[in-house]
């Protein structure tokens, strides 16, 4: 599965406005609060910062303060940009605009999820909703749109082109196109759409759904796991349907009965009002392209994507079901043998049932590698994992991290490193690294680039990397995350384009991660291990065998899991073609046709959140993007730390940002078209 895709919490102008037409994950979370007051014009004078120190904020209003004044720049920016000439002029003010935008909002909002006075959080929290309400007006904002759809048939230069085509796209997407009627219908389509994603997840989360059970029930599960979960009235212990509770429970659960309850409580979550929130927001979506003068959602939606039709998207998943097919059924196969070995039954009385699989992964997971997680730690402490993964990217890519002394951070043990272009010995970004978990932060590890580089004006690249490590050290799995996030803030870093809006990770959504995903893989190279004692001499180097034996853990079961992330692909766009059909229908014919079938009584609709909000039409984009991590990786088939190889892909690819369109970004980088095959090759083996 994937990680979190938790990452550049930035606003960002023609994407967030192209987003908040497409679907509902650009509409604000909450409600927005009242127009702030209108502001006189005077004129702007710019004033392009290189560097700006990290804002620092001890109390709640100062937020509020901050963001007024931000808001109030913007506003009087978007007065000044209505009345500026097409072409150049425009799009230097627009361009302003945008990183303004940035510049006052960006790390700002980026603190609701780390900083550690919680009245801080809640502001910034606010902050980002006001700066969202201040999107979607200037999404709607006639006079700027005409200047956007003048300046893209003006200018001439590739790259000012595209910058204001994109620009325009995003106006284009928000409705402020379309004659008054549809236009008032597009926007009630967009304002209802984002009420029903919100309550889609709110069936979900709010019903917090616990599944009772007696400790005799409980067998094989780790008393960890169960010991202090609470208690329900007749002292049975109850266990939620989400996080690691859940999925140690199905692992490790010997009562199949059990097994059975749990997972068909967290089959089921969202209930069968979600059912008909789904089908409410499968028929708007498609009323909403069709208002756009498309035949459905997904038409809609992939044209702005590197897949750019339904048709290639289909063709795509049609071939990965192709190629995994019979390994998935060779999996299925060697469950029911595992089922029949642990029951001491024949593989004929043995039928595998969908709870069953987890439970049996996890025992022949274990058989096979006998993996011990927790055996990586001694070989990988924290601080030297991070200095680990940069000396990766310095060899790679001719750069320098440099630890700042007394910056300006948000807690305490945050960091702060200067990355230095090692040719020219100019420093071109930071990067804030916050590695411990402490109360109230984010709990997972993500990337907020909050910060684009541009190279029109003097302008660097900030981002932070948010990350929770076990001060004992890293597991394998651990250092691959952090290696992924790190790999989003490589992308920030390195980028150089000439605007900002264009910059790092602006890019469509299916190729966003393909770089991170990419980078996943360097952890289980042993030459790329063998870097870890040039940071850390002391270290002990890291086992080979356990490496190749985490490697083989790591693609077991990959015929059934893909088998599985194709079927809710394949469903996602078969509810968003022309058709829209009915949703619970749909889903039934479509797992029945699956080696384990479709259990009766079971609604998995009903919880896939995913494609209730931003990944509708886009779910595709998981294998997609590891389809174009897989192409690229083959440039460092025979070296993964090759200089020449980590150059072309720093020049092409990182660099260029949304500058370019993503196809021809790959093929600049592989020296020919973008291609599936080594995604296909990696399926078949
Ligand atoms: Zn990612």
């Given at each position: 599965?994937?990680?979190?895709?938790?990452?550049?919490?930035?606003?960002?102008?023609?994407?967030?406005?192209?987003?908040?037409?497409?679907?509902?994950?650009?509409?604000?979370?909450?409600?927005?609060?009242?127009?702030?007051?209108?502001?006189?014009?005077?004129?702007?004078?710019?004033?392009p910062i290189a560097d700006l120190p990290f804002p620092r904020f001890d109390h709640g209003p100062q937020v509020a303060s901050a963001c007024t004044t931000g808001l109030e720049g913007a506003m009087l920016r978007v007065k000044e940009l209505e009345k500026r000439k097409a072409g150049a002029d425009w799009l230097k003010g627009w361009e302003a605009l945008y990183d303004w935008e940035e510049d006052q909002s960006g790390a700002l909002i980026f603190l609701q999820n780390?900083?550690?006075?919680?009245?801080?959080?809640?502001?910034?929290e606010k902050c980002e909703q006001r700066w969202s309400a201040f999107q979607t007006a200037l999404g709607m904002n006639e006079l700027v749109y005409q200047g956007a759809k003048q300046t893209a048939s003006l200018l001439k230069d590739p790259v000012d082109r595209r910058a204001a085509q994109r620009a325009l796209e995003g106006f284009e997407d928000s409705g402020v196109a379309l004659?008054?009627?549809?236009?008032?219908?597009?926007?009630?389509?967009?304002?209802?759409?984002?009420?029903?994603?919100?309550?889609?997840?709110?069936?979900?989360?709010?019903?917090?759904?616990?599944?009772?059970?007696?400790?005799?029930?409980?067998?094989?599960?780790?008393?960890?796991?169960?010991?202090?979960?609470?208690?329900?009235?007749?002292?049975?212990?109850?266990?939620?349907?989400?996080?690691p509770a859940y999925v140690t429970a199905m692992q490790t659960a010997e009562d199949a009965g059990a097994r059975e309850r749990l997972w068909r409580a967290k089959v089921n979550e969202g209930g069968p009002d979600n059912l008909k929130v789904l089908a409410q927001i499968e028929q708007l979506r498609l009323e909403q392209a069709r208002l756009f003068g498309f035949a459905s959602y997904d038409e809609f939606v992939l044209r702005r994507r590197m897949v750019e039709t339904p048709a290639r998207a289909t063709k795509f998943l049609e071939?990965?079901?192709?190629?995994?097919?019979?390994?998935?059924?060779?999996?299925?196969?060697?469950?029911?043998?595992?089922?029949?070995?642990?029951?001491?039954?024949?593989?004929?009385?043995?039928?595998?049932?969908?709870?069953?699989?987890?439970?049996?992964?996890?025992?022949?997971?274990?058989?096979?590698?006998?993996?011990?997680?927790?055996?990586?730690?001694?070989?990988?402490?924290?601080?030297?994992?991070?200095?680990?993964?940069?000396?990766?990217?310095?060899?790679?890519?001719?750069?320098?991290?440099?630890?700042?002394?007394?910056?300006?951070?948000w807690a305490p043990e945050v960091q702060a490193w200067a990355v230095t272009d090692v040719a020219s010995g100019r420093k071109i970004a930071t990067l804030f690294v916050d590695p411990y978990p402490r109360d109230g932060k984010y709990n997972h590890a993500a990337t907020w680039n909050y910060r684009n580089s541009a190279t029109s004006v003097p302008r660097q690249a900030q981002s932070a990397l948010v990350v929770n490590f076990d001060r004992r050290g890293l597991t394998l799995p651990e250092l691959e995350t952090l290696m992924h996030e790190f790999g989003h803030t490589l992308r920030n870093n390195l980028s150089a384009t000439r605007y900002a809006s264009d910059a790092g990770e602006n890019v469509v959504q299916d190729f966003a991660e393909a770089p991170s995903e990419m980078l996943e893989d360097w952890v289980y190279d042993k030459k790329v291990l063998k870097v870890f004692q040039e940071v850390c001499p002391a270290c002990k180097p890291v086992p080979d065998d356990?490496?190749?034996?985490?490697?083989?853990?790591?693609?077991?079961?990959?015929?059934?899991?893909?088998?599985?992330?194709?079927?809710?692909?394949?469903?996602?766009?078969?509810?968003?073609?022309?058709?829209?059909?009915?949703?619970?229908?749909?889903?039934?014919?479509?797992?029945?046709?699956?080696?384990?079938?479709?259990?009766?009584?079971?609604?998995?609709?009903?919880?896939?959140?995913?494609?209730?909000?931003?990944?509708?039409?886009?779910?595709?984009?998981?294998?997609?993007?590891?389809?174009?991590?897989?192409?690229?990786?083959?440039?460092?088939?025979a070296d993964k730390l090759d200089p020449k190889v980590g150059a072309r892909l720093r020049n092409s690819v990182l660099a260029e940002g949304a500058q370019k369109p993503p196809q021809q970004v790959v093929k600049d980088f592989l020296g020919r078209d973008a291609s599936s095959q080594a995604f296909f090759d990696w399926l078949r083996k």
């Open positions: 599965m994937k990680r979190s895709n938790v990452k550049a919490a930035v606003l960002m102008l023609a994407g967030a406005l192209a987003l908040a037409a497409t679907s509902a994950e650009a509409a604000p979370r909450k409600r927005a609060p009242a127009h702030p007051k209108p502001i006189p014009v005077k004129p702007v004078v710019e004033n780390v900083h550690p006075n919680a009245d801080v959080r809640t502001e910034a004659p008054r009627d549809k236009q008032a219908r597009a926007r009630a389509i967009a304002d209802k759409l984002g009420t029903l994603g919100q309550q889609f997840d709110r069936d979900i989360r709010d019903a917090r759904v616990r599944v009772a059970f007696t400790e005799a029930e409980l067998k094989g599960v780790p008393e960890s796991v169960w010991k202090d979960q609470p208690r329900d009235a007749d002292n049975k212990v109850t266990l939620p349907i989400d996080g071939d990965v079901r192709a190629a995994v097919v019979d390994e998935d059924q060779r999996d299925v196969v060697e469950l029911r043998q595992a089922k029949a070995r642990h029951l001491g039954q024949t593989l004929e009385a043995t039928k595998l049932q969908r709870w069953d699989t987890m439970f049996y992964s996890a025992r022949l997971l274990h058989e096979r590698f006998a993996v011990d997680d927790e055996a990586f730690r001694p070989y990988f402490p924290p601080q030297e994992s991070l200095r680990f993964v940069m000396r990766v990217a310095e060899k790679m890519f001719g750069i320098r991290y440099d630890k700042v002394a007394d910056a300006n951070v356990l490496v190749d034996k985490a490697r083989a853990a790591r693609d077991f079961g990959k015929g059934m899991q893909v088998a599985r992330q194709q079927l809710y692909a394949a469903y996602d766009l078969a509810l968003h073609g022309p058709a829209a059909p009915d949703p619970m229908d749909t889903w039934e014919k479509m797992e029945a046709a699956t080696s384990l079938g479709y259990v009766p009584g079971t609604t998995f609709p009903s919880g896939f959140a995913h494609i209730a909000g931003g990944y509708g039409a886009g779910y595709y984009g998981y294998l997609w993007s590891q389809s174009v991590a897989a192409d690229m990786r083959t440039a460092f088939a």
